[in-house]
């Protein structure tokens, strides 16, 4: 099993290597080189079970499928669902995929727990050590401290947009206490911390200094954890036809169900509309065949506060055939101008693909929350509710409709409480959060200083 960069210009290269490395040497994101096939999920397969069998599939003859087997029981045993990605009913054909049982309380943890695991495996067997990076728009650097704090051989660096992130969140990242965790609450958006990543890979020399690697959803690994719950969620609903609804920033949960409708994990076919707030980059790129820069503005869901969704460029790949020159060309263009068209066919391929987008604006996602509690009792993050909200404008009735729900509501206290008026506390497991001390150094959005305090805390 081998692995290609969209960009064209990497040798093909190992699982476990693409996962440690993070980003292509050449600027480009890993993809397999043939997409394997696996028989779809049994009703009342164990989730651990599904996962090392779809994880087996991706990594080849990487990683043993009996250690597998281990690594994924160890990454789900701390989850509070035995199912960890259970359905609840919200309305007629209408489901809640829950996401959030994990130890941040959000879906980052059903792939960033895997991933620790996998790189305490890769990196004992290997004898290496690695410096991590992460940018963040608010839930994957808690999962990610969640993950590798304390980490015997890598350490792990979170950029976060000072400010745009909820306080709980933020909490998450700052209150480890691990010496192997540094967190840099950096004054600019979540773009420019992104940004910034992608400059620290292209520098081969800062790269090489401090074994860089990557988890952010650029990260392969990241991806392929995610078709899981795509997988067992059909195996839930017997098989029968369904259109997703993700809520999306970076569409890294958005590209997981196409993959795994490309692998065979889905049956009946595959629809699924990528849920974007007032940041709707991602709808623009469906609706117009441009990719146009914009400033992310600040919106009730923070964590969607993205105007460079980093996978598209994975699905752009399939979408032009994987023509890297194309992606190249493509990015190039776009990296100087902020502003160019899709690759000739690749625009029409994407109404034939199965994925879509459309946005929410801020009022109807506050409404949402509201109408949501009303309805059902139940109180929903702001991410959540972008999905929810979108659902309800979507016709077509004759198909079971599951809505990522990608955080619990009390990450997002101050939020719900405009919302809905009433208070979301924090589960018992989480609530040792607000009595723990926070560490966080802030820093401007600027390239050399981040650069300088990783080589320092690398050492």
Known sequence: MKYISTRGDAPATRFAEACLAGLAPDGGLYVPETWPQIAPVKPGEPYAEVAARIL??????????A???????????????????????????????ELHHGPTLAFKDVAMQLIGKLYDYLLEKTGRTLTVVCATSGDTGGAAAAAFAGAKRAKLVILHPFGRVSPVQRLFMTTTGQGNVLNLALDGDFDAAQAIVKQLFADKSFSADVSLSGVNSINWARVAAQCVYYATSQAQLRGAPIRYVVPSGNMGDALAGYVAARCGLLTGGFEAVCAVNENDALARLFNSGRMTRAAAVATPSPAMDISVPSNFERFLFEMTGRDAAAIRATYSAYAQSGDTALPEGAASRLSCSGLSAASVNNADTLGEMERFRT???????????VGTALARRLKRKDVATVVLATASAAKFPETVQEATGHDAPLPVRSAELLKRGEVYERLPADLAAVRSRILSFAG
């Open 67 to 97: 250690d597998l087997k281990t690594i994924c029981a160890e990454a789900y045993a701390s989850f509070s669902h035995h199912s960890v990605a259970p359905l609840t009913q919200w309305g007629p054909d209408s489901w809640l995929m």
């Open 56 to 65: 087996s599939a991706f990594a080849g003859d990487s990683i043993p499928a």
């Open 375 to 385: 309805e059902t009792g139940w109180l929903i993050c702001p991410h959540t509710a």
